[in-house]
């Protein structure tokens, strides 16, 4: 089974609602690109991982390293943003380039702050609804709203197959620690070759096999799967709602404040 399907099917918050989960997700994520605001982002991100570290029970070192896994790109993207060319020298930090200064100012440094943050929090949204909920009950929700069939099948499709080619890969790399593949710089290029070689090859070969098996139990064009029917309490609604509101209420704040945070 997919690490992450693993996850979210041992949470402690699997059994609850996965429209309420779905909503409240989605709505706090709309929210957080929307205001790129420091206060939002930092109250998302904190209630996002209490909820899914705390009252979901995911593991708090597995919760890091899924969260540093977009850390390289993010670090990449920021730097980008944060130093720029200018004419004069910053009081921050300058570098001299010939006849201009790579530079980094103030404004360009609270800019790259609130671009971390906030697609932190954003990704902290996705993995509270990915480590609580199911992809069947996800798929379940999003039937109900009368998402296209379509749309569906190749969301799951597209969904399974990619992590059948990690899979493969994963299998491959271990037969190769196994023999001292990565013994030395040279044996490890080597190895990765022949990764690169085979990998797709066999994940091709995996993605055939299952759909043979997919067809020989009467596959039509529609994936059914089990789905089960758990209702949001009030308490949990009321839960939900008040913490859109601390959202918004952050969102607010940053407003009043000129939009400086």
Known sequence: MILIDKLAYSSRLRRKSPALKVVFSVSSLLLCVAARSLPVSVCILSVMSVLTVKAGGIPLRRYGKLMAVPLGFLILSTVAVVFHLSAEPSALFSLPLGARYLSVDSASLLYGLRLVL??????????????????????????????????????????????????????????????????????????AGLLLAVLLQLAFSRSSGIYDAMESRCYDGRI??????????????????????????????????????
């Open 118 to 191: 906030t697609a932190f929090a954003s990704i902290s949204c996705l993995y509270f609804l990915s480590l609580t909920t199911p992809l069947t009950d996800i798929f379940a929700v999003l039937r109900r709203a009368h998402c296209p069939e379509l749309i569906l099948e190749l969301m799951f499709l597209v969904y399974r197959f990619l992590f059948v080619l990690l899979e493969t890969g994963s299998a491959i790399q271990t037969s190769q620690r196994c023999r001292l593949g990565n013994r030395d710089k040279k044996t490890a290029l080597h190895a």
């Open 224 to 261: 059914r799967v089990l789905s089960r029917t758990c209702r949001a309490t009030a308490g949990e609604t009321a839960a939900a709602a008040l913490l859109l509101a601390l959202f918004a209420a952050a969102a607010g704040f940053g407003r009043f404040y000129g939009g400086a945070l």
